[in-house]
């Protein structure tokens, strides 16, 4: 087995290429995370449940299931640079809807923006994570995609530091205990005032991204090429669906992503139940996507010793000792459990797309990378029930008691189930794939 010790992550030639792409992983992760919040600002704001407001995340993660496929097959016939420039102009677009989405005062228009947005972010994602794989060795594609993805995490951390510096400390509604007693006339006028709160960054986002493109429009990107002439789509599918290796990660990464979102998403929620304001719940959110950075760190690092598919059971594993703290352990300690959660989250999504598409040909990561993509629609139906749970008792978030805990602590039984099936899954990797492989000495 080749050392991987001495096989470098990324060559040298590649290196100019793979700061740009790697630079995408950092804003989605920006997106990501400005749009967390939102989830809560919505609520208060237009006076929404917290199911209705989960449409935040229905449109979010729904766009890139519908565009996933599209950007697959788009991207079998052109190059990744144009699949990541038309991601960029949709990218900016949707940004760029919120500003009339704020004239209007329509959930429904704010929502269409964000759906635009992410058909964006699916080419971007589509296009960025397989071209990431390919740019070195086999052995190392794994290492080089953990690699890209950890500068997601600082998007993250950049996009919370705007939601919470220059959206929710902003809020007027967030300052008002009982929003909904106030006066109509009242109500109307601190509704439009926070509404336009929301809408900045985003329009801001969209004239960034705009000249981010401009950037990719005038560099030269290399474009890797298959072998021999190009299988037709059906015969692609065909092979995909075979390859069980491929599948069960496309179910992993539908359930990793649903609980990763459960847990950024309704951390303001669980937060709300021991009595924190949004403001403070942002510091707690700020300190799990640190974490989640570091750990990103520490996963890359172990993987050059440890087998993916057994580091990932590893982490999915102590995720569901966290989860089952955050649902059972009441006040700051379940809060801490929550926090914690990120650190092992860190290392599951580029693991599992690494694995889902080891040994796939370029033509079969092209089409691959779309399945794994719209995996991410996990995020827009996972949190949904979470917020069908959460509002058991009613629109509060600890109404009710479920198995002796609030409904927001119980909510979080959905990411435990999530992560039991991510570690069966590593496990099945490790035993099937891996086991017989000579590790490094």
């Known amino acids: 087995m080749k050392d991987l010790k001495k096989t470098p ?31 809560q600002a919505f609520k208060k704001v237009l006076e929404l449940s917290n199911s209705e407001a989960a449409w935040v995340q229905m449109a979010f993660y729904g766009g890139y299931f519908c565009m996933a496929l599209p950007a697959a097959m788009f991207m079998r016939k052109y190059s990744y640079k144009v699949g990541i420039l038309i991601g960029l102009a949709l990218y900016a677009t949707g940004a760029l809807l919120f500003y009339p989405a704020a004239q209007s005062e329509s959930f429904l228009f704010f929502c269409l923006g964000l759906y635009v947005l992410t058909f964006g972010l699916a080419f971007l994602e589509t296009a960025a994570n397989p071209y990431a794989l390919a740019m070195g060795a086999k052995e190392t594609a794994t290492q080089r995609l953990n690699l890209a993805q950890a500068f997601n995490p600082v998007g993250l951390i950049a996009g919370l530091f705007v939601a919470q510096q220059f959206v929710l ?32 960054p985003y ?13 990719f429009l ?62 403070t719940a942002g510091y707690y959110q700020m300190a799990a996507f640190v974490l989640f950075t570091v750990g990103r760190a520490i996963g890359t690092y172990l993987l050059r010793f440890i087998s993916s598919g057994k580091l990932l059971m590893y982490f999915a594993v102590l995720a569901m000792v966290f989860s089952l703290g955050t649902i059972f352990i009441q006040g700051i300690i379940g809060l801490y459990c929550l926090v914690g959660i990120s650190f092992f989250m860190s290392l599951m999504f580029p693991t599992i797309y690494g694995i889902a598409l080891g040994g796939l040909s370029e033509e079969q990561s092209k089409v691959g990378s779309a399945g794994l993509v719209m995996a991410i629609v996990g995020g827009a139906l996972m949190p949904k029930l979470q917020g069908i749970i959460i509002d058991a008792g009613g629109n509060g978030v600890a109404d009710t008691s479920i198995m002796g805990v609030s409904e927001v602590n119980f909510s979080f039984i959905l990411p ?5 099936y991510i570690a069966w899954y590593g496990f099945t990797v490790f035993k099937k794939y891996e086991s017989k492989v000579t590790p490094i000495s």
Not at 10 to 38: C, Q
Not at 171 to 189: N, T
Not at 263 to 272: G, K, L, R
């Open 169 to 200: 400390k902003n809020l007027q509604s967030d300052d008002i205990i009982d929003f909904s007693a106030l006066e109509e006339a009242s109500k109307a006028l601190i509704r439009t005032t926070d509404l336009l709160v929301i809408r900045d």
């Open 203 to 215: 329009v801001a986002l969209g004239l960034f991204i705009t000249v981010v493109f401009v950037i």
């Open 9 to 39: 992550v990324v060559p040298r030639k590649n290196l100019i290429p793979f700061i740009l792409v790697t630079s995408l992983f950092a804003l989605w992760g920006f997106a990501n995370a400005v749009t967390d919040p939102m989830v």
């Open 218 to 279: 005038v560099n030269k990107m290399p474009q890797s090429k298959a072998d021999g002439d190009m299988p037709k789509i059906g015969e692609t599918f065909a092979a995909l669906i075979k390859n069980a290796n491929y599948t069960s990660g496309v179910l992993a990464q539908i359930l990793y992503v649903g609980g990763q979102i459960m847990c950024w998403t309704y951390i303001y929620q669980y937060a709300e139940g021991i009595g924190m304001d949004s403001v």
């Open 416 to 420: 435990l189930l999530c992560f039991a």
